[in-house]
């Protein structure tokens, strides 16, 4: 496939989209200097003074393209997962039609937007039962929800061992989440050490659910205990596993989501924008009591996941299916690209730069990319950096930032670093055109 999408009259979507939005801007401009012309303010207009009001506009405002040249693959401030291509295509499809979101194709009548990619995620986890909705924090709540509210009990209690009671991505507390959702938390164990014998003692007539949380963004070394998902099946309280970055294969030492339900978690919960490689999304599998508990649960439906959410994920876990994920997903070839190949990369900006920027004051580097996103917190990937210096490296970054599209490096050791084990295709000319436009 062509690795620059295109519409179907043959236009890059990039293309399309920076001209939409450019001439959004200069519109904007011209009507601003008309209303000072009006008003009798006399402003000064002029090509220039036109294009860069029209660039501020464009840099200050609004949702774009930016180049990820941090080394942090699934950057949250930047979006985390970069969609396949296939992924991509089956968003423009689903975007720019209608489709089958609630409709049954086979009867004529109504359907259900939740049957989309539960067939894939049944295969691909051999579980029951599957819902998606619109990221992970959503679907624990959900899952919290439902499994609290068909316990008979006024006061419904869910177990959580201290040393999971975590703090994710700025806003997802694992205590609020359980308050949100009914139930009562019933802390057991100490922050390092908890055991199974803990988890026992805290039973009563008014336990729900065990809850399970992957610490996904650090890890906690020295005289540590927990327990396993497989210990806590022995309880008999159902186990809602919140694994978090979703790792459907091997990725480090991250849980996998085949290896907590085959452990005997009756839900594990995961984000699709994670490991996955997927569109931002919640998903839950496991058994089809507890999948059915949620889908018809009240605040399903203000979680619900939308159709270019859906068409993007059943993609993506077709890659899976297929076997072709590893070439497929941006974000596990930007995890998995051997080092060699990136500093290939970064030996072949170089020169490009070099060329094209003469006098720049730069070099090749050996430098350490991460996962990001809340996954595998130590986990360092080894990578390369051209190493930009010569001037003030804030100014220098600066400077990238403003670029169209903007390029997005990290200042370290008063240099400015551009890891290139997050370049995308096709971003190694827009680097060049960043430092041409700036330093050329
Ligand atoms: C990332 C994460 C979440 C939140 O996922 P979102 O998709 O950002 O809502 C919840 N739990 C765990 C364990 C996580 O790692």
């Known amino acids: 496939m062509d690795s620059v999408m295109r519409d179907p009259s043959g236009r890059t979507l990039a293309a399309r989209h920076g001209r939409a939005s450019a001439t959004a801007a200069v519109r904007g401009v011209l009507e601003d200097l008309r209303r000072q012309i009006v008003a009798g303010e006399g402003p000064e207009v002029s090509e220039r003074t036109i294009a860069e009001a029209a660039s501020r506009l464009l840099t200050g405002r609004g949702l774009r393209r930016v180049i990820n040249a941090t080394g942090v693959v699934l950057h949250t401030n930047l979006g ?63 899952a919290l929800a439902a499994v609290v509210e068909s316990k008979a009990s006024e006061a419904p209690e869910v177990i959580v061992s201290r040393g999971q009671l975590i703090e994710i991505g700025g806003g997802f507390r694992i205590p609020e989440v359980l308050a949100l959702s009914g139930a009562r938390l019933r802390e057991v164990g100490t ?196 190493r930009l210096g010569g001037t003030d490296p804030e100014a220098l970054a600066d400077d990238l930032r403003s670029a169209d599209p903007p390029v997005v490096g990290r200042v370290h050791e008063g240099r400015v670093w551009l890891d290139v084990r997050t370049l995308l295709p096709g971003d190694e000319e827009a680097v060049i055109g960043a430092l041409r436009d700036a330093y050329g």
């Not at 296939?86 to 009867?107: C, F, M, P, V």
């Not at 990725?251 to 009756?266: F, I, K, N, S, T």
């Not at 599998?285 to 439906?301: K, Q, T």
Request: negative net charge; aromatic residues 6%.
């Open 191 to 386: 922050t390092n050490r908890t055991r199974l014998s803990d988890y026992e003692k805290a039973v009563n007539e008014n336990s729900s659910a065990v809850l399970w949380v992957h610490p996904s963004n650090f890890e906690m070394v020295g005289f540590t205990e927990s327990v396993g998902v497989q210990d806590l099946t022995s309880m008999g309280l159902p186990v809602i596993a919140d694994v978090g970055s979703g790792a459907l294969l091997s990725v480090g030492e991250e849980p996998r989501v085949q290896g907590v339900l085959r452990d005997g978690a009756d839900l594990a919960i995961f984000s699709a924008d994670k490991l996955l490689g997927g569109p931002q999304a919640g998903i839950a599998v496991g058994a089809s009591r507890w999948i059915s508990a949620m889908r018809n649960h009240p605040l399903a439906r203000a979680l619900r996941a939308d159709k270019l959410c859906l068409a993007a994920l059943e993609a993506t876990l077709s890659s899976y299916l297929e076997g072709t994920e590893k070439d497929d997903l941006p974000t596990l070839r930007m995890i998995g690209a051997p080092v060699l190949e990136v500093e290939a990369k970064a030996t072949h900006l170089a020169e490009n730069l070099r060329r094209s920027v003469p006098g720049l004051d730069l070099d090749v580097t050996p430098s350490v990319a991460r996962s990001g996103g809340g996954t595998l917190p130590t986990f360092e990937i080894p990578s390369f950096a051209v």
């Open 80 to 142: 985390r997962s970069v969609l396949s291509e296939q992924a991509a295509l089956a968003a423009y499809d689903a975007a720019t039609g209608y489709s089958n979101l609630e409709y049954d194709l086979r009867s004529g009548s109504r359907g259900s937007r939740y049957d989309h990619a539960v067939p894939l995620l049944r295969e691909l986890t051999g579980t029951e039962d599957a819902l998606v909705v619109n990221n992970c924090a959503g679907a624990t709540l959900l």
